[in-house]
């Protein structure tokens, strides 16, 4: 089946068949460590999907706060987002619709069927099976300035932030990254934690299996995360990566839950636009991990933002697809009496 263009007929049912499309591509969402921490339930009444969080594949260490958790499943509402429209549906989001569940992070009704049919949102959707995070070396082809215009103004459609920095304010994030990097490996139980998630093909689905983890810098300008942490068996090669690094600063206004979850879908929607724009992505979360280095992300004459994430973008290889979850090992059955 060609997901980019094979979509369900839009009726006032809501069919298995489609119900399924819909969580695939929600699930095509990249997530920290690739731990793709949702799962989603469907309450046929109201047709409508609820996107709830997984807690046994959050990061007790990495993301004590839950913050990149409550990113991961933003992505994931976005994609979610886009296909329902895509298909001809209007989605209805609700952010934490229901106080007393804190696990039920957002709630997707499928208010329509559309009038128009397939919309725009079209070619997000068919970004959606195209987009890889690539931890590969870019070239040293420049972004043209208008496609990282286009970037700023989804971001900004999103109620999010995205910045391109100078070279020399992308140094001092790049050397902030680097601190996290030292730190994480120096501290016994992120890198433990880090370790964990390397699962081969064997053991499931979830995790990164080492063909996917890519190589480290030769010249450390750019500061990837070894997932390894240092372990000799698993110890990662390294390459020349791009001379001058292209990163993009995520942020918010605010900085509550709520905030994590658009911040996570203005990152969706970001690195949608990215593919097709022909652009490579990869994600830089490490100095997000350290309360002080969190902070001193941030640039003063921007404002009062959060930094959320550091966005790596640039022409290169495709990544490794990571493996994902199926849709019957994500969605749970209505509660009784629905």
């Known amino acids: 089946m060609d997901r980019t263009t094979s979509l369900p007929d839009v009726?006032?049912?809501?069919?298995?068949?489609?119900?399924?499309?819909?969580?695939?591509?929600?699930?095509?969402a990249p997530s920290i460590h690739n731990t793709q921490p949702w799962r989603f339930r469907l309450l046929p009444e109201s047709r409508t999907l609820e996107v709830r969080a997984v807690p046994?594949?959050?990061?007790?260490?990495?993301?004590?706060?839950?913050?990149?958790?409550?990113?991961?499943?933003?992505?994931a509402v976005f994609n979610l987002r886009t296909?329902?429209?895509?298909?001809?549906?209007?989605?209805?989001?609700?952010?934490?619709p229901r106080p007393a569940e804190p696990d039920l992070l957002a709630s997707v009704r499928l208010?329509?069927?559309?009038?128009?049919?397939?919309?725009?949102?079209?070619?997000?959707?068919?970004?959606i099976w195209l987009r890889h995070t690539s931890r590969?070396?870019?070239?040293?082809?420049?972004?043209?300035?208008?496609?990282?215009?286009?970037?700023?103004?989804g971001a900004h459609a999103e109620g999010a932030l995205l910045i391109v920095p100078d070279?020399?304010?992308?140094?001092?994030?790049?050397?902030?990254?680097?601190?996290a990097e030292r730190r994480n490996t120096a501290d016994p139980d992120r890198r433990g934690e880090s370790r964990r998630w390397i699962r081969p093909p064997q053991d499931g689905r979830v995790g990164l299996p080492p063909d996917a983890l890519g190589p480290q810098d030769a010249h450390g300008r750019v500061p990837v995360r070894?997932?390894?942490?240092?372990?000799?068996?698993?110890?990662?090669?390294?390459?020349?990566?791009?001379?001058h690094p292209t990163i993009a600063v995520l942020s918010t206004a605010h900085d509550r839950r709520a905030d994590w979850l658009r911040a996570g879908q203005a990152?969706?929607?970001?690195?949608?636009?990215?593919?097709?724009?022909?652009?490579?992505?990869?994600?830089?979360?490490?100095?997000?991990?350290?309360?002080?280095?969190?902070?001193a992300l941030r640039d003063p004459s921007t404002g009062p933002g959060h930094v959320q994430m550091l966005v790596r973008l640039g022409y290169g290889p495709v990544g490794q697809a990571t493996p994902r979850l199926g849709p019957d090992e994500v969605i749970e059955p209505p509660p009784s009496g629905s």
């Not at 959050?58 to 933003?74: K, W």
Request: proline share 8%; charged share 20%; aromatic share 6%.
């Open 136 to 153: 590969l070396p870019y070239s040293n082809r420049p972004v043209p300035p208008g496609e990282l215009t286009a970037l700023t103004e």
């Open 167 to 179: 070279p020399e304010e992308t140094r001092r994030l790049m050397l902030l990254t680097a601190e």
């Open 226 to 243: 070894d997932f390894t942490a240092l372990r000799i068996p698993l110890q990662l090669p390294s390459a020349a990566f791009e001379a």
């Open 83 to 96: 296909a329902v429209r895509a298909f001809g549906w209007e989605p209805v989001v609700r952010l934490l």
């Open 56 to 75: 046994q594949r959050s990061l007790r260490h990495t993301d004590p706060t839950g913050r990149a958790l409550h990113i991961s499943v933003g992505a």
């Open 111 to 127: 208010a329509g069927p559309s009038r128009g049919g397939r919309t725009p949102d079209g070619a997000l959707y068919d970004a």
């Open 267 to 295: 990152l969706q929607r970001v690195l949608l636009l990215a593919t097709m724009g022909g652009l490579r992505s990869s994600l830089l979360h490490q100095a997000l991990e350290w309360p002080d280095l969190r902070w």
């Open 11 to 28: 009726s006032d049912e809501l069919s298995a068949a489609a119900v399924e499309k819909l969580v695939s591509a929600a699930v095509a």
